[in-house]
T-cell receptor, first 117, second 108 residues
Framework: NAGVMQNPRHLVRRRGQEARLRCSPMKGHSHVYWYRQLPEEGLKFMVYLQKENIIDESGMPKERFSAEFPKEGPSILRIQQVVRGDSAAYFC???????????????FGPGTRLTVT | RKEVEQDPGPFNVPEGATVAFNCTYSNSASQSFFWYRQDCRKEPKLLMSVYSSGNEDGRFTAQLNRASQYISLLIRDSKLSDSATYLCVRRDGNKLVFGAGTILRVKS
């Protein structure tokens, strides 16, 4: 059973370009979460999605960031017009339906390290 | 005040030592807590859930004190492979709230 997959693992973008980060949840998982880890800091929640729905985007910056989880295909985190401050590790996590796991464990992917030059 | 606060360390201990990490949280409504482990430049991995009654998994023991809003992790008989950053985490609805982590370095 493959774990959460993310690609690319490393992404370099120049200031002003767009970054697209992809996440495929574990098989059977329908909930996806994106977290950002800035250098020397803890992980910070960004957004929680289910298929075709954004459930909670309270951690998303108001501008330039968007996320989707289409009916088919991976979840995408999109950052437009990247700036140096966007350089970070972006982790995706997935979980099964809440009622099936009382501890509500989230399984993390290996992350995408974004570097903005 | 941070939602989840941890001593950043680093804790430098010899193999075989017992080491304890503490964590405090600010939201008394929190229901679920976890310890995650993160190796350098890797993803966080669940180490154990934390229950009010305390729970043990091999060399690891976790405790939760709701009155004091305090969580602890005890590692006995430290191994070199325990070197990592330990993240105190609380669940807030559907999202996880992470502490900044405590660095543990176990040396031979």
């Amino acid at each position: 059973n493959a774990g959460v997959m993310q690609n690319p693992r490393h992404l370099v973008r120049r200031r002003g370009q767009e970054a697209r980060l992809r996440c495929s949840p574990m098989k059977g998982h329908s909930h996806v979460y994106w977290y950002r880890q800035l250098p020397e800091e803890g992980l910070k929640f960004m957004v929680y999605l289910q298929k075709e729905n954004i459930i909670d985007e309270s951690g998303m910056p108001k501008e330039r960031f968007s996320a989707e989880f289409p009916k088919e295909g991976p979840s995408i985190l999109r950052i437009q017009q990247v700036v140096r401050g966007d350089s970070a590790a972006y982790f995706c996590a997935s979980s099964p339906i809440y009622s099936e796991t009382p501890t509500y464990e989230q399984y993390f992917g290996p992350g995408t390290r974004l570097t903005v030059t | 005040r941070k939602e989840v606060e941890q001593d950043p360390g680093p804790f430098n201990v010899p193999e075989g030592a017992t080491v304890a990490f503490n964590c405090t949280y600010s939201n008394s409504a929190s229901q679920s807590f976890f310890w995650y482990r993160q190796d350098c430049r890797k993803e966080p991995k669940l180490l154990m859930s934390v229950y009010s009654s305390g729970n043990e998994d091999g060399r690891f023991t976790a405790q939760l004190n709701r009155a004091s809003q305090y969580i602890s992790l005890l590692i006995r008989d430290s191994k070199l492979s325990d070197s990592a950053t330990y993240l105190c985490v609380r669940r807030d609805g559907n999202k996880l709230v992470f502490g900044a982590g405590t660095i543990l370095r176990v040396k031979s």
